[in-house]
C-alpha cells in the first residue's frame, strides 16, 4: 500500500492499478481550502478531460464541473466533511467537456492524516440513466390523466413516489392538513389504499411479480381518503428504483364510472331475478348513509319512491312509526342497528332475516319476513315478503307455491348467486351471476353479458360448465340439485345449490332457476363447514407490527395499535382501563373524557381484529383486556422461552415506537449480560 505526500498526484492509502479502476475516485485535500490531489482515469474518461484540468491547482477545479444549479448540494458535502462527518453522500450532475451533463451519486469518506492534513476521498456512480427514467416518469405521469405509484419490495411496502394523478384519483386535498396526515400514512403503508378483501389477493400479486420478474395487470379496488371506493385497472412491475435497489411500480387508470355502469347492469338483473321473489327491494348503503327503494309492487305505497335516495336512519325512523306493529318495533329497530354497526353478518352463515307484522295498504297488520343479501362489499339489499293470507288464515293461495322454492333459496344463500330463466321450449336467458359463479358456467364475465341479451338452448348453454347435461335435465326433473366450483376469489372449492321454481314444465310460463354458494370445502373434506384458522405472528424486536398470514395489519389508528402493543407486553396478564389510559395518554389523568377515548380506541382495535379474522387473541372482561398469548406466535415470548434457536433474536432494540417499552427492554438488556 502506498502513502505518498499529496503532491505526488497519487493516491493515498490505495494502489494506483485499484483506483485507476474505481469508478470516478478523487482524493482532495479539504484544509485550508478545497483542492485535488488525485483523480482516477475512470472520473476522466466520464468528464472528457485530461488530468491537468482538475489536479494541480491551488484552487477547487473540481466544483467548476457542478453544474451551477447543483452547486448547493456539492457545498453541502463538502460543509458536512468540514463539520466531522465521517462519511456522506449526494446526487448532483456534472459538466463534461461537451457541455452535456451526467448525474451521478457521490459517496465521500474522510480522514485526517498523522500530518494533520485532512484528505478526502470520494468514489462517484454514474446514475443518469436512473434519473432520466425517473424524471422522464415524473413528467409523464403528472402529465397523464392516471396514478402513478412506486413502493418499496417491504412485506409493509412505503410509496416512494405518488404522481398527482394518484393524489387526485385518492381524493386527497393540497391544503387540508388532516388530509395531508392521512396521506402520510398511506405513503408508510400502501395496504391501506387497499380494502381488507382485497389485501390477500394484492400481496399475492406482488409476490408473483416479485418471484417471476413479469409484470401483472388487472382490476383492484381502492380507499380513497373520503372512504369512498375507486377502481382502477392497472398493473404492477419490478424495477430497481433511485437507491439501486429494487421496487414496485403500478400504474392505474380510474374506472370506476365504467365498473359502475357495468354493476348497475348485473344488479337490474339480479333485482329483476329477486322481483320474482319479493314485494319490494331496499338499498342500503353505508358509505353514503342512504336508503333507497328499488323494487316495490304496483299497490305500495314506496312505489312513488322507488329510485329516489334517503338518509338511512330518517326513512327507517318514519318506517318503523308509520308502518311496522308497536309489538315488533323494538326487535325491527335493534335488527337495522345491528346492520349500522355492522354486527348483522357472521362469517359463512346464512343471510340475517326478520319477520314482523307491519300495516298493509288496506290498513290490516300483514306478517312479513325480510333479509339482508349483500350486493358487494359496501352495498346489502334488503328484501321483504309478506304472507299471502291475512294473519290466523292458514289457506295460501296456490299461485304462491310456485315461487316457494325460489323464495327458500333466495333466503338461504350466502355469496355467488345465479338465476336464468328457461323457456317453455328449452331456451335459457341468464338474468344475473356473480363474478365467482361465472366461472362455474365456464364463462368470463365479458362472455356471459351477450347471453343475458338472448335465448340460448340449455344444451349449448351448460357445455362449458362443469356439470353435465344430464346433471341440468335432474335438475329440471328434481326440482333442485348440488354441484361443486372452484371460487377463484377465495381459492377454495365451494358447494354451489340450484333451485328451480317449478318442477312440471308449463306452456303458458317460464320457469325460473337460480343457483348460490352454500361454503367452502377443504381439500378431502367430507362438505362440513371448518373455520378458517389464521396464523398470527408479532414482532417486536425493533418496531412493531402485527402479521396475519404473512400480511402486515394496517392499523388506521395509531392509539389502537398502541394498545395491542400494550397487551404485548403485558404477555398474557390483564390491563385495565386505568392502567392502560396512564400508557397511551402518558401526560392526561383518567377522566370520563380519557375513558371514552379509551373505549374507542378499544373498540377500533376490535373491529380491526375481526376485518382480518382473528378476534379471539384479544379478550375482554369486565372492562379489562388481555392477550391471549396462545394464540399468537411473538418474537418476545419465543426470545424468553429460553429455547436454544431463539436466543441470538434480540439486537438490543424493542418496541422501538413506544417509550413506555424501555422498562421491558432494560430487562432483556440485563438478561443478556
Given at each position: 500500500?502506498k502513502?505518498?505526500p499529496?503532491?505526488?498526484?497519487l493516491p493515498i492509502?490505495?494502489?494506483?492499478?485499484?483506483?485507476?479502476r474505481?469508478?470516478?475516485?478523487?482524493?482532495?485535500a479539504?484544509?485550508?481550502?478545497?483542492?485535488i490531489?488525485?483523480?482516477g482515469?475512470?472520473?476522466?474518461l466520464?468528464?472528457?478531460?485530461?488530468?491537468?484540468?482538475?489536479?494541480?491547482s491551488?484552487?477547487?477545479l473540481?466544483?467548476?464541473?457542478?453544474h451551477?444549479d447543483?452547486?448547493?448540494?456539492?457545498n453541502?458535502?463538502?460543509?458536512?466533511l468540514?463539520s466531522?462527518?465521517?462519511s456522506?453522500?449526494?446526487e448532483y450532475?456534472l459538466?463534461?467537456?461537451?457541455?452535456?451533463?451526467?448525474?451521478?451519486?457521490?459517496?465521500?469518506?474522510?480522514?485526517?492524516?498523522?500530518?494533520?492534513?485532512?484528505?478526502?476521498?470520494?468514489v462517484?456512480?454514474?446514475?443518469?440513466?436512473?434519473?432520466?427514467e425517473?424524471?422522464?416518469?415524473?413528467m409523464l405521469?403528472?402529465?397523464?390523466?392516471?396514478?402513478?405509484?412506486?413502493?418499496?419490495?417491504?412485506?409493509?411496502?412505503?410509496i416512494?413516489y405518488i404522481?398527482?394523478g394518484m393524489?387526485?384519483l385518492?381524493?386527497f386535498?393540497?391544503?387540508?392538513?388532516?388530509?395531508?396526515?392521512?396521506?402520510e400514512m398511506?405513503?408508510?403503508?400502501?395496504f391501506?389504499?387497499?380494502?381488507?378483501?382485497?389485501r390477500?389477493?394484492?400481496s399475492?400479486y406482488l409476490?408473483?411479480?416479485?418471484s417471476?420478474?413479469?409484470?401483472i395487470?388487472g382490476?383492484m379496488?381502492?380507499l380513497?381518503?373520503?372512504g369512498?371506493?375507486?377502481h382502477?385497472f392497472?398493473?404492477?412491475?419490478?424495477?430497481?428504483?433511485?437507491?439501486?435497489?429494487?421496487?414496485f411500480?403500478?400504474?392505474?387508470?380510474?374506472?370506476?364510472?365504467?365498473?359502475r355502469?357495468?354493476?348497475e347492469?348485473?344488479?337490474g338483473?339480479?333485482?329483476?331475478?329477486?322481483?320474482?321473489?319479493?314485494?319490494?327491494?331496499?338499498?342500503?348503503?353505508?358509505?353514503?348513509?342512504?336508503?333507497?327503494?328499488?323494487?316495490?309492487?304496483q299497490?305500495?305505497?314506496?312505489k312513488?319512491?322507488?329510485?329516489?335516495?334517503?338518509?338511512?336512519d330518517?326513512?327507517?325512523?318514519r318506517?318503523?312509526l308509520g308502518s311496522?306493529?308497536?309489538?315488533?318495533?323494538?326487535?325491527?329497530?335493534?335488527f337495522?342497528?345491528?346492520?349500522r354497526?355492522?354486527r348483522?353478518?357472521?362469517?359463512?352463515?346464512?343471510?340475517?332475516?326478520i319477520?314482523y307484522h307491519?300495516?298493509?295498504?288496506?290498513?290490516?297488520?300483514?306478517?312479513?319476513?325480510?333479509v339482508?343479501?349483500k350486493?358487494?362489499?359496501?352495498?346489502?339489499?334488503?328484501?321483504?315478503?309478506?304472507?299471502?293470507?291475512?294473519i290466523g288464515?292458514?289457506t295460501?293461495p296456490?299461485?304462491?307455491?310456485?315461487?316457494e322454492?325460489?323464495?327458500?333459496?333466495?333466503?338461504?344463500?350466502?355469496?355467488?348467486?345465479?338465476?336464468f330463466?328457461?323457456?317453455?321450449g328449452?331456451?335459457?336467458?341468464p338474468?344475473f351471476?356473480?363474478?365467482?359463479?361465472?366461472?362455474?358456467?365456464?364463462y368470463?364475465?365479458?362472455e356471459?353479458?351477450?347471453?343475458?341479451?338472448?335465448?340460448?338452448?340449455?344444451e349449448?348453454?351448460?357445455?362449458?360448465?362443469?356439470?353435465?347435461?344430464?346433471?341440468?335435465l335432474?335438475?329440471?326433473?328434481?326440482?333442485e340439485?348440488?354441484f361443486t366450483?372452484f371460487?377463484?376469489?377465495?381459492?377454495?372449492?365451494?358447494?354451489i345449490k340450484?333451485v328451480?321454481?317449478?318442477?312440471?314444465?308449463?306452456?303458458?310460463?317460464?320457469?325460473?332457476?337460480l343457483?348460490?354458494?352454500l361454503?367452502?370445502?377443504?381439500?378431502g373434506?367430507s362438505?362440513?363447514?371448518?373455520?378458517e384458522?389464521?396464523?398470527?405472528?408479532?414482532r417486536t424486536?425493533?418496531?412493531?407490527?402485527v402479521?396475519?398470514?404473512?400480511?402486515?395489519i394496517?392499523?388506521?389508528n395509531?392509539?389502537?395499535?398502541?394498545?395491542?402493543?400494550?397487551?404485548v407486553?403485558?404477555?398474557?396478564?390483564?390491563?385495565?382501563s386505568?392502567e392502560a389510559?396512564g400508557?397511551l395518554?402518558?401526560d392526561?389523568p383518567?377522566?370520563?373524557?380519557?375513558l371514552s377515548?379509551?373505549?374507542?380506541v378499544?373498540l377500533?382495535?376490535k373491529?380491526?381484529?375481526?376485518?382480518?379474522?382473528i378476534?379471539?387473541?384479544v379478550e375482554?372482561?369486565?372492562?379489562?383486556?388481555?392477550?391471549?398469548?396462545?394464540?399468537?406466535?411473538?418474537?418476545?415470548?419465543?426470545y424468553?422461552s429460553?429455547?436454544?434457536?431463539?436466543?441470538q433474536s434480540?439486537?438490543?432494540?424493542?418496541?422501538?415506537?413506544?417509550?413506555?417499552?424501555e422498562?421491558?427492554?432494560?430487562e432483556?438488556?440485563?438478561?443478556?449480560?
Amino acid at each position: 500500500m502506498k502513502n505518498l505526500p499529496s503532491d505526488n498526484n497519487l493516491p493515498i492509502n490505495i494502489d494506483l492499478p485499484l483506483a485507476n479502476r474505481l469508478s470516478g475516485l478523487r482524493q482532495y485535500a479539504l484544509e485550508p481550502f478545497v483542492r485535488i490531489l488525485f483523480a482516477g482515469e475512470s472520473l476522466l474518461l466520464l468528464l472528457g478531460i485530461s488530468r491537468e484540468e482538475l489536479v494541480g491547482s491551488q484552487r477547487d477545479l473540481y466544483s467548476l464541473r457542478v453544474h451551477p444549479d447543483d452547486i448547493g448540494r456539492y457545498n453541502r458535502l463538502i460543509a458536512g466533511l468540514l463539520s466531522g462527518e465521517a462519511s456522506l453522500c449526494a446526487e448532483y450532475r456534472l459538466l463534461k467537456s461537451d457541455g452535456s451533463s451526467v448525474y451521478v451519486r457521490d459517496s465521500a469518506v474522510c480522514e485526517r492524516l498523522p500530518n494533520g492534513e485532512l484528505i478526502g476521498t470520494s468514489v462517484l456512480t454514474d446514475i443518469t440513466d436512473i434519473k432520466m427514467e425517473n424524471r422522464t416518469l415524473s413528467m409523464l405521469g403528472d402529465a397523464i390523466p392516471c396514478g402513478l405509484l412506486n413502493y418499496t419490495c417491504e412485506k409493509q411496502p412505503r410509496i416512494t413516489y405518488i404522481n398527482d394523478g394518484m393524489i387526485k384519483l385518492l381524493r386527497f386535498g393540497r391544503h387540508e392538513k388532516a388530509e395531508l396526515d392521512y396521506l402520510e400514512m398511506y405513503k408508510s403503508n400502501i395496504f391501506l389504499m387497499v380494502p381488507m378483501e382485497e389485501r390477500q389477493r394484492f400481496s399475492k400479486y406482488l409476490s408473483r411479480v416479485m418471484s417471476s420478474d413479469s409484470p401483472i395487470a388487472g382490476e383492484m379496488t381502492l380507499l380513497r381518503c373520503d372512504g369512498t371506493r375507486a377502481h382502477v385497472f392497472g398493473w404492477v412491475a419490478k424495477r430497481v428504483g433511485e437507491n439501486g435497489e429494487q421496487e414496485f411500480q403500478s400504474v392505474c387508470m380510474d374506472i370506476t364510472d365504467r365498473y359502475r355502469s357495468r354493476r348497475e347492469a348485473e344488479n337490474g338483473r339480479y333485482i329483476k331475478a329477486l322481483a320474482e321473489v319479493y314485494d319490494k327491494i331496499f338499498e342500503f348503503n353505508p358509505d353514503t348513509n342512504t336508503l333507497k327503494c328499488l323494487y316495490s309492487d304496483q299497490s305500495s305505497p314506496f312505489k312513488s319512491f322507488e329510485g329516489i335516495a334517503m338518509l338511512m336512519d330518517d326513512a327507517i325512523d318514519r318506517w318503523l312509526l308509520g308502518s311496522v306493529k308497536a309489538d315488533d318495533q323494538k326487535s325491527v329497530d335493534e335488527f337495522f342497528r345491528a346492520f349500522r354497526e355492522k354486527r348483522l353478518y357472521q362469517r359463512d352463515a346464512k343471510p340475517p332475516q326478520i319477520a314482523y307484522h307491519a300495516k298493509s295498504r288496506d290498513g290490516s297488520f300483514r306478517q312479513y319476513t325480510g333479509v339482508f343479501i349483500k350486493a358487494d362489499e359496501s352495498v346489502s339489499y334488503f328484501c321483504c315478503r309478506k304472507s299471502q293470507t291475512p294473519i290466523g288464515t292458514e289457506t295460501r293461495p296456490d299461485g304462491d307455491i310456485l315461487k316457494e322454492g325460489v323464495r327458500d333459496l333466495v333466503t338461504g344463500f350466502s355469496d355467488g348467486i345465479a338465476a336464468f330463466e328457461i323457456t317453455p321450449g328449452g331456451l335459457v336467458k341468464p338474468l344475473f351471476a356473480g363474478e365467482n359463479v361465472c366461472e362455474f358456467f365456464g364463462y368470463t364475465s365479458e362472455e356471459w353479458l351477450p347471453l343475458t341479451k338472448s335465448y340460448t338452448p340449455v344444451e349449448s348453454f351448460v357445455s362449458r360448465s362443469e356439470a353435465s347435461y344430464e346433471d341440468f335435465l335432474m335438475l329440471l326433473k328434481n326440482g333442485e340439485a348440488e354441484f361443486t366450483y372452484f371460487d377463484y376469489r377465495t381459492e377454495t372449492r365451494r358447494k354451489i345449490k340450484a333451485v328451480c321454481s317449478q318442477r312440471e314444465t308449463s306452456a303458458a310460463s317460464s320457469r325460473y332457476v337460480l343457483l348460490y354458494a352454500l361454503h367452502s370445502l377443504s381439500e378431502g373434506s367430507s362438505g362440513r363447514e371448518e373455520r378458517e384458522e389464521h396464523h398470527v405472528f408479532i414482532r417486536t424486536f425493533g418496531y412493531f407490527d402485527v402479521f396475519v398470514d404473512d400480511i402486515p395489519i394496517a392499523f388506521r389508528n395509531k392509539k389502537s395499535k398502541e394498545l395491542l402493543a400494550l397487551l404485548v407486553d403485558r404477555r398474557g396478564g390483564y390491563i385495565t382501563s386505568e392502567e392502560a389510559i396512564g400508557f397511551l395518554w402518558e401526560d392526561e389523568p383518567v377522566s370520563p373524557m380519557t375513558l371514552s377515548r379509551y373505549r374507542k380506541v378499544a373498540l377500533r382495535l376490535k373491529n380491526t381484529l375481526e376485518e382480518y379474522g382473528i378476534p379471539d387473541i384479544v379478550e375482554a372482561v369486565d372492562g379489562k383486556r388481555r392477550l391471549v398469548a396462545s394464540r399468537v406466535h411473538c418474537d418476545l415470548y419465543d426470545y424468553l422461552s429460553g429455547k436454544e434457536e431463539y436466543s441470538q433474536s434480540f439486537k438490543g432494540s424493542y418496541l422501538t415506537n413506544y417509550s413506555w417499552g424501555e422498562t421491558t427492554l432494560g430487562e432483556l438488556a440485563g438478561k443478556e449480560m
